[in-house]
């Protein structure tokens, strides 16, 4: 079974620095999908950027990439530049990636990001 | 693009009553649908899934049921309410072309 890992339960960072969520997951799949969501505290589950196992550059999405280390099984989060609306919940989240693809994620337990001012 | 509605927002319900909680797609068919739940200060955990009309997958044993009379319709249910049935349930559904899940705005659950 799959298993996704969020060991920082809460961080914080000053406005315009940069801030690093680690997410380490365990999976014997070859093929699948990693991502990141943000849950502000509206709680709505916004999705920040997703990642295909099968591709060795890591995505990015304006101040948001990713560090993706196949081998290491680790999936974390930059956020450059931090805005005090980046403050949230941050999930790692795991999918695999089936020919009839369910569709079905798996949560790590989430970081609590604060952005100070 | 999809959008996905819930109903009601926010609800308090007493123990050993029943529930109802629906959620509706927009923009999209056939879509897979999702129901999870989260507790207080938690991660999600995935409660049901459905992959077509009638088809319900459940994760996990629990006093808690789903349906999906249409296509873009999905129900979650309870005959008794449990205390432990408190929490916010999101629903989700796979984006059109895409895998990666995209989600409702929540149910905020309390059992009294």
């Known amino acids: 079974a799959q298993t996704v890992t969020q060991s920082q339960p809460e961080m914080s960072v000053q406005e315009a620095e940069t801030v690093t969520l680690s997410c380490t997951y365990d999976?014997?799949?070859?093929?699948?999908?990693l991502f990141w969501y943000k849950q502000p505290p509206s709680r709505q589950m916004i999705l920040v950027i997703r990642?295909?196992?099968?591709?060795?550059q890591n995505a990015t999405e304006n101040r948001f990439s990713v560090n993706f280390q196949k081998a290491a099984k680790s999936f974390s989060l930059k956020i450059s530049d931090s805005q005090l609306g980046d403050t949230a919940m941050y999930f790692c989240?795991?999918?695999?990636?089936?020919?009839?693809?369910?569709?079905?994620?798996?949560f790590g337990q989430g970081t609590t990001l604060q952005v100070k001012p | 693009s999809q959008t996905i509605h819930q109903w009601p927002a926010t609800l308090v319900q007493p123990v050993g009553s029943p529930l109802s909680l629906e959620c509706t797609v927009e923009?999209?068919?056939?879509?897979?649908l999702y129901w999870y739940r989260q507790a207080a200060g938690r991660g999600l955990q995935l409660l049901f899934y459905?992959?077509?009309?009638?088809?319900i997958s459940s994760e996990v044993p629990q006093n808690l049921s789903a349906s999906r009379p249409q296509d873009r319709q999905f129900i979650l249910s309870s005959k008794k309410l449990l205390l432990s049935d408190s929490g916010f349930y999101l629903c989700?559904?796979?984006?059109?072309?895409?895998?990666?899940?995209?989600f409702g705005p929540g149910t905020r659950l309390t059992v009294l």
């Open positions: 459905s992959v077509g009309i009638g088809q």
């Open positions: 990642q295909e196992a099968y591709k060795q």
């Open positions: 999976t014997s799949e070859s093929n699948y999908y």
């Open positions: 989700a559904c796979v984006r059109d072309g895409y895998n990666e899940q995209f």
């Open positions: 989240a795991f999918m695999k990636q089936l020919s009839s693809n369910t569709g079905k994620l798996i």
């Open positions: 923009g999209t068919s056939n879509p897979n």
